[in-house]
């Protein structure tokens, strides 16, 4: 923007909405403000989410299209910082990591203290929330019912998020937490012959009612219906983690700027490329961008009710091609939470019936020379598990840990370190993606 159009008074209004100070020469106004401009920019994007969402009006924007040079240019930076990793320059890697925290927790205080009005109304409600949790009186119960299932919902939303955040290289919550929770409450449910479940300690322990009604009958829709809860949050979860492959193709499109991941470069390749090849991938996600450019909001939730590892695809084909924001996020939202959630749910609870379970155990054990030695850690698992069921709560229940158990706590540990080197990593190739932006400002 060009201040030197402004008036003195102007500027100085302007400084003082930034929080800066508004003293000195018209030159010094300018200077301060436009020095707060370039560091506003280095920590946002060129385009705001408002824009995002709304398009930036009723008219479809002009996309920006960059120079075949200037595509040359950013492929071989893009390759620079690709070789910035934990396992090639751990020293470095882990130096921009830490610089790039700084320079978005400067960005983040620097936003705050343009909403100053907004934070302090925040603060204050949070110190009348946290008067109110600690005041005793009858508002108490309703208070810890009330956050224990908002705590509830947000851990599932949370893990749904990672699930699919990343493009790809997110942490697989259903895997990990979500399907051995419904797992659980399965086996739990026909084990107890209900799923009124004491609360506490459910959902944190799950233990059997003392007293369960004769002739009690559970379904497969009962344990359903027990688990739609988590089941749906952790699909608004996966969700809300679809949204930065949709944002970062659309600002890209709009801005003209090559966003820094291999799944956008992916698709611009194959964006180009698209009638060289053959092969079966190419004609799957030729399949998946015809359906979502061509049928719209029906395609896009046919892709995402149905296990998809090419909704990434999906969310970037949305971006690219300027779908409305609520036509992409109320597909998904309907396609992941609704009809995937109730097709993954039925499928677990299917396979972890009583019966079914105890069929899979007899099959194993059928294995010529290895079955029996497979079988026996299965059995004393589920008999283990059964147990924790009757235990009265409170009182100690002392169990040796199982090696099924041993390696899926092993298992969960590397896929979260894994998980955490990513961002670091990807953290770290955004700061050199800073550096080499001043380095081509200052040239």
Known sequence: MDYSRLKVTELRKRLRDRGLTSTGLKSELISKLVKADEMFQQTNPKVNLKQLITNGGSSQP???????RERERRQQEREERASL???????????????????????WGHRLWLNKKKVSLGFVTLVLLCACCILDGPHQAYLNSTWAKISWCLYWVGLGILSSVGLGTGLHTFLLYLGPHIAAVTLASFECQSVDFPQPPYPDEIICPEEVPEGAVITIWNVISKVRLEAFMWGAGTALGELPPYFMAKAARLTGEEPDNEEYAEFES???????????????????????????????LACASIPNPLFDLAG???????????????????????????IQKFFVVLVFSEHHVETIVNIVGKIPKIGAMIQLPFKEYLEGQK??????????????????????EKVIIVMVVY????????????YAKRLQ????RDK
């Open 270 to 300: 194959f964006m180009e490329n698209a009638g060289d090849e053959k092969d079966l991938l190419t004609k799957l996600k030729l399949t998946v961008q015809g359906l979502v450019q061509r049928v719209g909001f029906i395609g896009i």
């Open 419 to 430: 998980f955490v080197i990513s961002i670091v990593n990807s953290m770290a190739q955004s």
């Open 62 to 68: 002009e996309p920006i299209v960059p120079h075949p």
């Open 387 to 408: 147990a924790k069921l009757h235990h009265k709560p409170g009182t100690f229940n002392n169990q040796s840990t199982n090696w099924l158990s041993w390696i899926f």
């Open 316 to 342: 970037i084909t949305c971006g690219h091609f300027l779908v409305p924001f609520w036509t992409f996020f109320g597909a998904t939202v309907i396609g992941k939470a609704v009809i995937k959630m109730h």
């Open 437 to 440: 932006s001043n380095k081509r």
């Open 85 to 107: 990793t934990v396992w090639k320059n751990p020293i470095q890697t882990v130096y921009y990591f830490l610089l790039e925290i700084c320079v978005i927790m400067v960005g």
